[in-house]
């Protein structure tokens, strides 16, 4: 799967978008701007925020004990796929987990898709809840700044933007009682499965460092032994690439590409066994 970026709770209940007229107001009217949602889940307990995309890594944790209100800033650690089409680092700042949370956390700790980061809390705040923003590129300075209205809002490299614009609902992982009347777009379901593939309809089919074709093609003798042997069998000699007829497994699928393991090839060109 392309690493989408995904709604970060098993179930959304935004009590407040960035649309709010009470605290929210502040951060959406000034200059700079960001655009939080408070979400409380199903109820008034502590329900987890996961980790959104392939990996994430803590940049700057606030607070804990008397030193403000509870607050993470975590970033993506490669470019994610958003939303709106576009793709780049992602941003977030993550406000009321309460202290029993933070220290468990560590500054440079890294997070894998689906992982559990922090729990609801109410450090700062009257009931459990998160109260999130997110933006586009990476943490800037001290994660945020403050705007023209005196509230402090998150400060990425390229900007906060909507949540609608960010996230991705994926309806196995998310359930959603109230958008807040936010509309969100669904995970776009993905042409091509891991599994076994054969290459059936290119006479040689280039392998690449990674999934795309700015990515470097390697050579034969960069292949693994098994594909050496194949195209050897199947051709008599040398090639720097999948010959038509080879056959290997895919463990990742990004796109249309899905990776071997010689490496990443575009599977256009293969079919499923």
């Known amino acids: 799967m392309k690493n989408y970026l995904t709604y970060p709770f098993k179930v959304m209940r935004i009590t407040q978008s960035y649309t709010g007229t009470v605290s929210h107001k502040p ?66 700042q993550v406000t009321h987990p309460d202290d029993s949370d933070l220290k468990k956390l560590r500054k440079g700790q890294k997070f894998k898709r689906g992982e559990l980061i922090c729990r609801e809390g109410k450090d700062g705040a009257t009931g459990n809840h998160l109260h999130i923003s997110g933006g586009k590129g990476k943490i800037r300075g001290n994660g945020w700044v403050k705007n023209s209205n005196g509230k402090w809002v998150l400060n990425p490299t390229k900007g906060a933007y909507k949540p609608e614009k960010l996230f991705f609902i994926d309806p196995a992982f998310t359930k959603i009682l109230n958008s807040k009347g936010l509309t969100f777009t669904n995970l776009p379901e993905e042409k091509y499965k891991t599994g076994t593939y054969k290459v059936s309809s290119a006479d040689v089919l280039h392998v690449r460092k990674g999934p795309g074709i700015e990515y470097g093609k390697k ?55």
């Not at 999948?242 to 599977?267: D, M, Q």
């Open 27 to 92: 951060h959406t009217t000034g200059s700079p701007k960001d655009y939080p949602i408070d979400e409380a889940c199903t109820d008034s307990g502590k329900e987890a925020l996961y980790c959104p995309c392939d990996k994430m890594k803590l940049i700057i944790k606030y607070g804990q004990g008397n030193g403000g209100t509870n607050t993470l800033f975590l970033q993506s650690t490669s470019k994610v796929y958003f939303a709106d089409g576009t793709s780049d680092f992602f941003s977030m």
């Open 219 to 273: 050579k034969f003798y960069s292949l693994t032994y098994s594909a050496r042997k194949q195209i050897r069998e199947l051709t008599g000699k040398k090639a720097d690439g999948y010959v038509r007829g080879v056959v290997f497994t895919v463990s990742e699928i990004c796109g249309n590409w899905g990776k071997s393991p010689s490496g990443w090839v575009c599977l256009d060109y293969c079919e499923k066994l």
